[in-house]
């Protein structure tokens, strides 16, 4: 049916039968086809076209083709798609998991941090799930590649000034401790924060 489409009114038509028919029989493939097709017509209307980008991410992240659901999620959020519990900031939360998933663990940090400027730029704190998964990711990765180790100080350190409680600062005094790249200087900047937000409670973890 597909290389029969050879207009752009049969290329929508053709889509949406093989969208609607992908949903029916729960087959992502043919649902990922169906709304390539219908994007590709230029039939559609503008209005729903960030939204249906969004769709195809949807679909293409199910299929686990990171290439295409990072170029439709892309896409999608340069048209300024939103919905229910869908901004900017979440977005790219989508992404950072799109790279977590395919071991791109830099980029995926990267991006998190941007969801937390862009949920603050838009007057928004960023929950504390989101700095301790950023943290998790962070650690985890430096275990597996020193050369990430840093990352896992820069996030042990976001999480503490966004969200100053006792366990955090402990989990960041901890990490400084455990990775052999960080020296007094980095323990003495981290415990400089720590007693500046007053989280903790002991002062013995403030010697160096």
Known sequence: MVGLTSSNDEKLQTGQLLYNAGIKTENLNQRMTGIELMLQSGKLPFDVIPQYNYIAFQ???????????????DTAMGLGFSDTNINSSTMLIDKANLYFDSDRNAEGLS????????????GTKAPEAWYTFGFS??????????????????????????????????DAINVVRQFKDFGDKQELDLLRLVRKVGAMKKSSEFRA
């Open 137 to 170: 990711k962070a650690y985890n990765a430096a275990l597996d590649n020193p050369a990430l180790e840093p990352e896992a100080y820069i996030w042990a350190q976001k999480r503490v000034a966004a969200y100053p409680t006792e366990t955090f600062c402990l």
């Open 111 to 122: 991006v998190l941090s941007q969801a937390i400027d862009a949920s603050a730029a838009s």
């Open 59 to 73: 679909v293409a992240r199910n299929l686990k083709d990171t290439d295409k659901a990072l170029k439709y999620l």
